[in-house]
């Protein structure tokens, strides 16, 4: 199905109120690139400091890089900053908690601390930092450790952060003591409420994101497999649906979700496809002891897949998820640049909001867009994952595209700089300040500036 930018984005209501949804859009911003017209906030001025360039009248902060001295004494800044977010603190302050996607073989792994550790031989975990309203640091510790592979999450309604684990290595493989591909839960202000414990309940798989509804409780997660067989798309009933911190460990039910008559995605390719009548399948072993989910045995009907499942986001009534790309060549019963799906749990229905691939015209500046979110204008903010230069671009409620931001990283020589990804971009409370991560090397920004503006 041919359509224009404007049309894809006037059907899914972007153009008048913006699509709320979150997580990795690799590709949605592919291609070549594209006037920006008049949006944003005007040129980007270079750096002189070679880190950080943004439009006249921004500017930024280094709040945290690695290999830094924590200010608790716990050890070393960790590597491979990733997901993140930011939650209210008192007096103006903003608590962040920030992801390390270390793998067996991080470069500065998160140090181990008693109480807040999983398995010592994992690497990856969370860090948080409390900021006081001016952005400046109050403190930086270990929010937990032994984990691996901590690549994305989301925010709970009652103000902790669920960092997932996107491997299913167990024990025994990379040296790990324990089975891995869990989440957990962090508190943000005090981390040793929530300590170290796997949410076994949810599910052992590749995570990548949650959502949860805030009024039934129920827990969305998305699976990011890019080989076949690919990942699915899942729900968790918690036994204690009224939340709150720890609820999550009482258990529940965790099932997928079986599109009848779609086994894979990827092979809708209309804006506006819907499916009435989606039905949730319990798993049959949700520890995957001896066969990843996606491979067990859902009985004759099957159950529905997609390849690289990532960002996941609640809005308004609405659970929205991304498949950020398929290739047959792989696997995938179809090619497309990007799905944006609405699955409404009232109605059982599950509609494809847009689609990018190759009979669109979707052609917007920069290469593999990773985190995204809402941005203060209503837009949205994503964050870049690619080759070359890396960007923070945003997108207005209208389809237009603007550079927010590029990464100078400076590391190597002026004349072949080392770019490093964005990552885990958000807003404060207020949103008066955008807090973004360079991947690698880990650095911590929060940029301030007229955000209003615009």
């Known amino acids: 199905m041919s359509t224009t930018r404007r049309q894809v984005l006037a059907r899914t209501g972007a153009v008048g109120a913006g699509i709320a949804f979150t997580g990795a859009l690799t590709e949605l911003f592919a291609g070549s690139a594209a006037a920006q017209g008049k949006a944003g906030y005007g040129p980007l001025v270079p750096d002189p400091a070679g880190l950080l360039d943004l439009p006249k009248g921004f500017r930024y902060k ?12 716990e050890g070393k800044v960790p590597s491979n900053f990733d997901g993140m977010d930011a939650f209210r603190g008192k007096r ?7 992801n390390h996607e270390n793998r067996h073989n991080g470069r500065t792994p998160v140090p181990t601390v008693e109480g807040l550790t999983y398995d010592p031989m994992g690497k990856g975990g969370c860090t948080a930092l409390a900021l006081d309203r001016h952005n400046n640091v109050l403190d930086e510790r270990v929010a937990i450790a032994g984990t691996a592979v901590n690549c994305a999450g989301g925010p709970t309604p009652w103000g902790t952060w669920l960092t997932c684990e996107e491997t299913e290595d167990k024990a025994g493989t990379n040296g790990y003591t324990k089975d891995h591909g869990f989440i957990f839960e962090v508190d943000p202000v005090d981390p040793r409420r929530t300590g170290a414990v796997p949410l076994t309940a949810m599910g052992r798989f590749q995570h990548e994101a949650i959502a949860v509804d805030p009024r039934r409780g129920v827990v969305y997660e998305t699976e990011d497999a890019f080989l076949k067989p ?19 460990r009482a ?9 009848p008559g779609v086994p894979d995605l990827s092979a809708i390719q209309e804006t506006g496809a819907c499916f009435e009548g989606v039905e949730w399948v319990d798993v049959p072993d949700p520890l995957a002891a ?8 859902f009985g004759p009907k099957g159950i529905t897949h997609a390849q690289k499942l990532e960002g996941c986001y609640w809005g308004g009534k609405s659970v929205y998820f991304v498949s950020s790309f398929a290739h047959s060549a792989e696997g995938s019963a179809a090619d497309h640049f990007g799905q944006v799906w609405r699955y409404d ?19 917007l500046p920069g290469e593999s867009p990773d985190n995204i979110c809402l941005a203060p204008s209503g837009g949205l903010m994503v ?20 550079t927010m931001a590029r990464g100078r990283q400076n590391v190597g020589t002026p004349e072949k700089p080392e770019w ?3 990552a885990g971009v958000s807003f404060s409370p207020d949103h008066d300040t955008m807090y973004v991560n360079c991947y690698n090397p880990g650095t911590t920004f929060a940029v301030t500036g007229p955000w209003h503006r615009t």
């Open 230 to 248: 690919f990942g699915l798309f899942y729900r968790f009933l918690p036994k204690k649906p009224e939340g709150g911190l720890g609820s999550l």
């Open 383 to 402: 964050a870049e994952d690619g080759d070359g230069a890396q960007h923070v671009y945003g997108l207005t409620r209208r389809g237009e595209v603007y």
């Open 345 to 363: 749990p009232s109605e059982r229905r599950l509609t494809l909001v847009i689609v990018f691939g190759p009979s669109t015209d979707i052609q």
């Open 251 to 259: 258990g529940g039910k965790l099932q997928a979700m079986r599109v």
């Open 290 to 297: 001896q066969t990843p989910i996606r491979n067990q045995d």
């Open 62 to 73: 280094v709040l945290s890089r690695e290999g830094g001295d924590l200010p608790s004494g």
């Open 92 to 98: 103006g302050g903003v608590h962040l908690v920030r």
């Open 420 to 422: 490093g990804e964005f």
